[in-house]
């Protein structure tokens, strides 16, 4: 479980770095890089892999992910509307800890039938989560002035919403 957390803090670093032009076309872009980042993070650590997406890590693991899930999900709303002029939505929490979790059932399964993430099944799951969020979100929404600004003027662009709280274990 300690090993499971660490990797979990681990995840919450990848909203702190600077976020390219090519991933602020649209929300499903910025989805697109964030994932990308999270498969990369998992090959560089393949104990992560095996612990969160392949079970290893038993129950109490298990439920300290979909508590971390839910705490992306809330993050995951804040991050868009930190990006983009994002519409109201009535439990943002609720659809993106959906969305996290629709996506690793499919990174998950890749694990299990290939013992890897496979570029098939990760692409299934970036189409799976796109298709989800288009059932609340608009096909397009504006980036934030701020950004476009900085973009022109060739200035890094880091969102500042992002997961600050420690991952810990699940009551008993």
């Given at each position: 479980l300690g090993l499971a957390q660490r990797y979990l803090r681990g995840f919450s670093e990848l909203t702190r770095q600077p976020v390219?032009?090519?991933?602020?076309?649209?929300?499903?872009?910025?989805?697109?890089?964030?994932l990308d980042q999270a498969l990369a993070y998992y090959h560089a650590h393949p104990a992560a892999l095996k612990l969160?997406?392949?079970?290893?890590?038993?129950?109490?693991t298990r439920q300290a992910n979909n508590a971390f899930n839910r705490k992306i999900g809330r993050s995951t709303y804040h991050r868009l509307n930190a990006a983009f002029h994002m519409p109201s939505l009535r439990d943002p929490v609720q659809l993106f800890h959906v969305n996290i979790e629709l996506t690793d059932a499919i990174l998950t399964l890749s694990?299990?039938?290939?013992?890897?993430?496979?570029?098939?099944?990760?692409?299934?799951?970036?189409?799976?989560?796109?298709?989800?969020?288009?059932?609340?979100?608009?096909?397009?929404?504006?980036?934030?002035?701020?950004?476009?600004t900085a973009l022109a003027a060739g200035?890094?662009?880091?969102?500042?919403?992002?997961?600050?709280?420690?991952?810990?274990?699940?009551?008993?």
């Open positions: 390219p032009e090519r991933a602020l076309q649209g929300w499903q872009s910025l989805m697109r890089w964030d969160l997406l392949g079970g290893y890590g038993g129950m109490a694990y299990l039938e290939h013992g890897r993430l496979t570029d098939e099944l990760t692409e299934e799951a970036h189409r799976a989560s796109v298709a989800y969020c288009r059932l609340y979100l608009p096909e397009h929404v504006e980036l934030r002035e701020e950004h476009a200035a890094p662009v880091i969102l500042r919403a992002s997961l600050s709280e420690d991952v810990e274990a699940p009551a008993s």
